[in-house]
């Protein structure tokens, strides 16, 4: 694509969002805040979220939420208000980890497809500001796309610890990958990993999107290939890491 188209549908992509955003950018935000949080603690019912927990304390509680897009989709929210990957809350040293609660949260997802996946078709994703619609943060918990978790898995023997491209573009962008050698993420947080890359920084991790895939490696362990990729309005990228899941899920069928 030239230079000038490829500069227009970056520009598309960005006045897209801000309409949605536009919209009701905190509808999240007060779905979990003024009906789900309430609602447990007044009734015993989070509804309409699936589930709305503490682990240790108020500042550390996050909802499960259905999301409308997909028959399977959820949605990992926190109960604080954190805008999202730009946020600096979570990169405290208290921080909760979002992605390991998410990961916990596949239960939800599973159970809407009927049985149980290999850790290689589900994926956590969150996308830049310049890619999302909402600003509280949010994980979407989905199948992974078919054609992703191709290409990913004939490059896994070659994912290592560190930050590295991954060789091949993931829906026409070109994703890093690295590899994590936790099967749930307790004690590893993805956003804290991206942010130790000193190419990205504490400061440079609002541009960017992360996808944190299950995977098995050769060896048999079992972790996760996170997959970065950051916003680029010259290369018409809206940094949007939910492009690499699949709401059809087609993969589980």
Known sequence: ???????????????????AQASDPDALWHLV??????????????????LVGYPQG???????????????QYLLIPAAKIT???????????????FAAAWQARRFFLARIGHELPRDMISLAINSPYGRSQNQLHIHIECIDASVRAAVLAKLTAIGPAWQPLGVDLMGHPYRARRLDSAD????????????????????????????????????RDGFVLLDDRFDITAGDGGSGEELQDHGCAVAK
């Open 33 to 50: 805040h003024d009906r789900c949080a309430p609602g447990l603690a007044a009734k015993g019912d989070p509804a309409p979220c699936a």
């Open 84 to 98: 999202g990957i730009e946020d600096p809350a979570i990169l405290a040293k208290d921080a909760t980890n979002y």
């Open 185 to 220: 993420l307790t004690g590893v947080n993805p956003f804290k990993e991206l942010a130790a890359d000193p190419t990205v920084g504490p400061a440079g991790i609002q541009t960017h999107t992360l996808v944190t895939l299950g995977a098995t490696f050769p060896d048999g």
């Open 1 to 19: 694509m030239p230079h000038a188209l490829r500069w227009l549908a970056a520009l598309l992509v960005v006045f897209a969002a801000g309409a």
């Open 58 to 72: 108020e500042a550390s509680g996050y909802a499960v939420l259905k999301d409308r897009n997909g028959a399977f």
